[in-house]
Every structure is written in C-alpha cells, then in structure tokens.
C-alpha cells in the first residue's frame, strides 16, 4: 500500500452516474446527518421544537460531573483491550499457523467468539460473575473451601474497589481477539519462508526469528489490530451497557455511556455535543497513530 | 446468515417500532374504533385488558385496541418520538408531573378541563397533570405511598415497634443486626431503587421548608444547602457505615430483595406500595408478612407518607378520533371503571382519584397500613408532582453514597448538578 505522491489526477474509470445511486446514499445516510448533528448541537432541542443557544451545550457538557472519569475510562479501555489484543492475537496466530493438529478446528473455535451477539456475550458474563450465584465465584468459593479458606469471591462488576472496567474489558478482549488473530495470520502469511531459512543457515534459534523477522514483518498487521481495537475501545457502549450500565454509580462510565444516558434522559441537544465531541475525541488520538504506522509502513 | 439477519433484526426492533407505527397510519372506520397505549407492566397489561373488555361489552360498536410500550427512559424516548412525529395512538397512558411537564402539553396534548367526566375526577389530581389552568389527563390507577415496607414477623420475635423517628428506626436496626438479620435491604443492580430513602423523605423535607418545592424550582433551594433536605443522603451514609445493609447489596434485584423482605431475611426495604402486586405474585404465603411504615423523620410530631399520583391518561391534539377517545377516557372515570380495576386482584395499591370509586374489601395489609396515613390526611406529593426538575442521576449519585464512593454531602452538590440540565432543558426562569 504505497501512496501515490504525483498530483496528477487519475481518471476514474467509473462514469458519475454510475456512482450516483452510492452517492446520495452516502449523502443523505452519512453527510446530511453529520450536518445535521453539528446543527442540533448548538441548540436546546425537546424533539417537539428547538431553540439556538451557541456553545452553550459544550460548556455544560464539560461541567458533567462524571465526564472526568468518562475520559480516562474510555482511554484506559482503549489502552487495555487493544494492548492485550496484540499481545495474545499474535501469540494465537503464531500457535495457529504452526505444526499442529486440527488447526482447522482451532482456528474456527478461536474466532468463534467473534460472531456471538455482543448484547448476548454481556449478559452471559454478567450472571457468570454475579458475586453470589455466578459460576466464576461458585467456583472460588468451593476451591476455597477445599483449602479451608472461607472466602465469598469478588465482586467482579460491583465492587467499587476492583474497577468493574478490567471486568468488563477482559470479556471484550475474549470476545475481540479472534479478529485480532485472524489479521496476524494473515500478516504472518505474507512473510517469506527464506527469510527464516536463511536466519537457520546463520544458527539463529527460534526467539532469534521472533524478534528479527516476525515481528519487524508483521508489522502492517500489528497497525491495523491496534488502530482498529482501540478505535473500538474508545468507542465502546453495547458490552459495557450489558455488563453494568456504567456503575456501580459512574465507576464504568465511559464517553458514549455519558451520551446514551443523556439521550435517555431527554437531553438530545446536550446528548448530540457529546457526540460531536466524541468525534473530535476520537479523531484527535487515532489521527496520529494512524500517520505514524502508515509512515513506518512506507519507511519499510 | 439466517441468525445473523435475526440478530439485526432484534437490534433494530425499537426503531422498527417507531417508524413502523408511522407507515402504518391508522385506517379505522368511522370514529368508532381506538388505540390506547399504555406500559407494558404486568399489572397494566392485565387491567387494561379488563378495562378494554369491560368498555366494548357497555358500548357496542365500540372498538379499543391496547398497544403496550416499554417503561423507564426508553418509553420516555418513544411516547416523545411518537408526538413529535404525530404517531401517537388516539389515547395513551404516561406518568403525570415532571414528566407529564416534558411532553410539551399545551402544543401536543388535547385539553380536557371544560369535558363534563372531569366532574368525576378529584380536583386534587388536576395540578400534576395541568399546565396554567388548563387540564390535559385523568387519573390511571391508585395512589400509592413511598416508604419502608418491614417483615412484621421479624418485628414480633424482637418485639419491636414500628418507628417514628430516625432515633427510634436505628435502635431497631442495631436489634435487628444483633440478631443476625439484615437490618436494611438495598438493590442496587436495578439502579432505580436506591432513591427511596431521599424521594420517600419528602414528606419530611416540606414539614421542615413549606416552600421547598417553589423555592427549589426557582433555583433558590439546593439539597445540598438545605438541612432537612440533605438528610435523605445522609440516612444512606449513615446506614452504609454502620454496615447494615444486605452483603450482596451492590447485585441485588429488585425482584430478590422483594423476596427478602417477605421472608424476613431482611428487616426493612425502602419502597413504595407499587412493590405489593409483585409480592403477592413472588411470595403470595408471605404476602402478610409485610407492613409499610412512613419514612421515619427528625421528630415523632412530624410522621406522614410521601405519595406517588397515580399517572394520567391522555389525548394527542392531532388524533382523528378525539370523539371516541374522549368517550373512552370519560367511561375511565366513572365509578364503574374503578369497579373493574378492583377486580384485577393487586392492582389497587391505595386510594383513587375518583369520586366515589370503592376500594376492595380484602387489600393486602401493607396497603391497609398506607390508607391509615391518608385517612388521618397525612400525605404529601412527591417532589417530583410540584416541581418540573428531577435529575436523570439521582439514582447513580445515590449508589455511590450507599457503596461509600462520595459523602452524602458531595453527592447532594452532585445532584444539585445535575438538576441544573433538566431546568435548562425546561427553559425554566432562574436558571
């Protein structure tokens, strides 16, 4: 994927008309709406009538109480599923694309989790780690006891001390990283077996070839897991609503969280600033990332 | 791909909802036949039900069909959608005061004052669901009161006695600890139930600020300025400090702490008499087993129950069927209608707004102890029914106090907040 750097414009070979029908979908479903949403920001709007009132959305949008913790959790989750996703994605690709039996199997039980609703996932985890009546403590309980050791187990989605969002994110990253794996096997596909060969010939043992020609090569791969992990993880909602609507109190909260409620509410216009300011959050920390591995990329 | 288009599907279900309702535009005969939404809670469903049955059999030709809604936020969201868009069906069911005040009534809603069934009303109910003078909704269902229901057989083996004061609720609580029971059920997996101890106290706020509610709408009261305001915070602090809440209290439902309180595994629930139809649907053998309390208060003189008005029903501006719809809600407010109400069994949960209505010989006895507190006229309105602002967060703030996350002090300044969004979403002066 190299850039082309001549300004010459290139002629389509598509003719407009036959991109006219894409257009005004894209139009009306993508671009009047954006519009639209940057309008209704600057206003009071009750859904029945609206009435202009400037900036006034944004600055009351920054005083919300738990907008602080909305920031850093969404950061932190981004941080934490992505981070984790690269890490135990590409240590699954590596196992999966080597001599194994029943790859096949493997692979499809690894990406699995991928396809399942992640509504349903939520609500799965959530019985699963009821302090009381879910398997996860069950299972502490009674290994606890088999060493004499009374124990009730955490409060894996209520305890205010044992942040609900590592919770939370752990399932996202169980449920995400079969796409992560999948996106490695693919980059570690592309890598020629020479290359490793060659290293062999040199006397280089197998970390050698880990860190000298996998990881340098996988690279594309690695920037496309991270960037669109943690795009995902600063824009998470559905699993975090299922697992603990942002409690205990706004432990959980993260950005769309605070602007699902605000809809609830009934506060739309104050709701669409947060939205528009979530767009700005989001470009503002994945621009960068992006241009720094689409640099390397080309470096390379 | 056959489950993958299910799952689409499912997701996009409420908005389907919406817009579905608007492709498909009511074609009914002659102003003759109706649509009524109302929430989908059990009790509702049944005694709509009832109702509707009731209504076609009286008048012949006459057609009513129930269309149900979700409750809590998102059946805020869609009754709003539904106005906006001009959708709505040609009678529908909602919560009167602050919310009833969000619907924008004068623009959306058809005005009632001068319709001859509003005789059959208690003048009472007008003010939560009134804008100025003019009138919009009649009362749906009964009267219920907010408090503390409490496990009498846990009362008699300790020989206690129902409290008053706060004083007196904490020295039973201590007895009730000592006996290896929990002294204060909380649950807060279902966020909504947290708010009892501070929404329940309002009875107690205005004995001690009569202009509380004027003055708070005004922007010139805040709970967290106000003492006898501030209490409710402070009741959960207190109780969280002394540990006397259930161990599981931070993943408890609703639905299992009702189950506590009626078998006595907890002492007292804060909740509102709404709880008794599931009670006696969960827990019928325990049924009598519970009793309600007022929310206790700073002194014995001041011991009356903070009550929760019954929703209205109203009528959209624009629908074609306003002859019918009024007939129908008319009929709603006769003598006969709160005879076919009774005869949903649970669903009478206190008094009706109605002239003359009669209450069911056999109420549960948690009922029986709210109508004492009506027959000696000590109620009030929640805050909610006399002023427009209530904030979206209560709730959350609330369990961050119960769990010890905030003080009871910052979290009325929180809440102060966070009802200043609401104010400016109303357009309120003052604000």
């Known amino acids: ?300 | 791909m056959k489950t993958m288009m299910k799952r689409g599907f499912a997701l996009t279900l409420p908005l389907a909802l919406v817009f579905g309702a608007a492709a498909a535009a009511p074609s009914q005969a002659a102003d003759t036949e109706i649509t009524w939404l109302i929430d989908n809670s059990q009790s509702n469903q049944d005694v709509a039900k009832a109702l509707v049955a009731a209504y076609e059999k009286a008048n012949p030709g006459y057609k009513v069909t129930v269309v149900l809604r979700p409750g809590g936020a998102d059946g805020d969201n869609l009754v709003k959608t539904k106005l906006a868009t001009g959708v709505m069906e040609d009678v529908f069911t909602y919560n009167s005061g602050s919310l009833f005040q969000a619907l924008a009534p004068s623009k959306n809603l058809l005005e009632i004052t001068n319709e001859p069934f509003m005789k059959n009303v208690l003048s009472s109910f007008n003010p939560v669901v009134s804008v100025g003078k003019k009138v919009y909704g009649t009362p749906f269902g009964t009267a219920v009161g907010g408090g503390i229901l409490y496990n009498k057989k846990v009362y008699a083996k300790l020989k206690l006695k129902v409290p008053t004061t706060w004083a007196e609720f904490m020295a039973n609580n201590k007895k009730i600890k000592a006996a290896g029971i929990d002294p204060v059920i909380q649950s807060y997996k279902d966020t909504w139930t947290s708010q009892l101890f501070v929404l329940a106290d309002y009875y107690n706020v205005q004995s001690a600020s009569p202009n509380f509610a004027a003055n708070y709408t005004a922007n010139k009261e805040k709970y967290a300025k106000n003492p006898a305001a501030l209490r409710g915070f402070e009741y959960i602090e207190e109780l969280k400090k002394l540990n006397y809440f259930n161990r599981d209290y931070a993943s408890t439902t609703y639905a299992q702490a009702l189950d506590k309180v009626a078998l006595g595994q907890g002492a007292h629930y804060p909740m509102a008499t709404w709880a008794i139809p599931q009670i006696a649907s969960q827990q019928p053998a325990s049924l009598e087993n519970v009793g309600f309390f007022a929310q206790p208060s700073s002194k014995a003189s001041v011991n009356g129950v903070t009550v929760w008005v019954p929703s209205g029903t109203y009528i959209p501006a624009n629908t074609k069927n306003a002859a019918a719809a009024k007939k129908f809600v008319g009929w709603m407010t006769t003598a006969k209608a709160v005879d076919v109400m009774n005869s949903v069994e649970g669903f009478a949960g206190g008094p009706y707004y109605i002239k003359n209505a009669s209450i069911p010989n056999a109420l549960p006895g948690a009922v029986k102890d709210l109508v004492k507190y009506f027959d000696r006229n000590a109620t009030a309105p929640a805050l909610e029914f006399v002023s427009p602002i209530k904030g979206p967060n209560l709730e959350k703030i609330l369990i961050e106090v119960g769990l010890g996350i905030k003080t009871a002090k910052k979290a009325a300044a929180d809440y102060d907040a966070d009802v200043v969004k609401q104010a400016k979403q109303l357009g309120l002066k003052g604000w």
Do not use: H
């Open chain 1, 1 to 300: 994927m190299t850039k082309s750097k001549s300004k010459k414009k290139i002629k389509s070979p598509y003719s407009y008309r036959l991109a006219a029908p894409v257009g005004i979908i894209f139009l009306v479903f993508f671009i009047i709406p954006t519009i639209v949403s940057f309008f209704f920001s600057m206003t009071r709007w009750t859904l029945f009538d609206w009435e202009f009132i400037g900036f006034e959305n944004f600055i009351q949008y920054f005083k919300e109480a738990s907008l602080a913790i909305g920031f850093k959790n969404t950061l932190i989750y981004g941080v934490v599923t992505s981070g984790l996703k690269v890490i135990i994605g590409l240590a699954l690709a590596l196992l999966l694309t080597g001599r194994l039996r029943a790859k096949g199997f493997l692979r499809s039980v690894v990406y699995f989790p991928v396809l399942v609703s992640t509504i349903g996932v939520g609500f799965t985890f959530s019985v699963l780690m009821d302090p009381n009546y879910g398997v996860i403590n069950k299972a502490i309980v009674s290994l606890g006891k088999s060493i004499g050791w009374e124990t009730y187990g955490p409060g894996w989605l209520v305890d205010p001390n044992l942040l609900p969002l590592f919770s939370v994110a752990f399932v996202d990253v169980w449920k995400g990283v079969g796409m992560a794996t999948v996106i490695f096997m693919a980059g570690l596909a592309t890598i020629p077996r020479e290359y490793y060969e060659a290293l062999e010939v040199d006397g280089g043992g197998a970390w050698d070839k880990f860190k000298n020609i996998t990881l340098p090569l996988v690279q594309p791969a690695t920037a496309a897991v991270v960037i669109l992990s943690f795009i995902g993880g600063l824009r998470s909602f559905d699993l975090i609503w299922a697992m603990t609507n942002g409690g205990p109190g706004f432990l959980s909260d993260v950005i769309a969280s605070i602007n699902y409620k605000q809809y609830q509410a009934g506060f739309y216009g104050l709701a669409t600033a947060g939205n528009v300011i979530l767009l700005f959050f989001v470009l503002a920390i994945t621009g960068p990332i992006y241009w720094y591995f689409n640099r390397k990329e080309q470096e390379a």
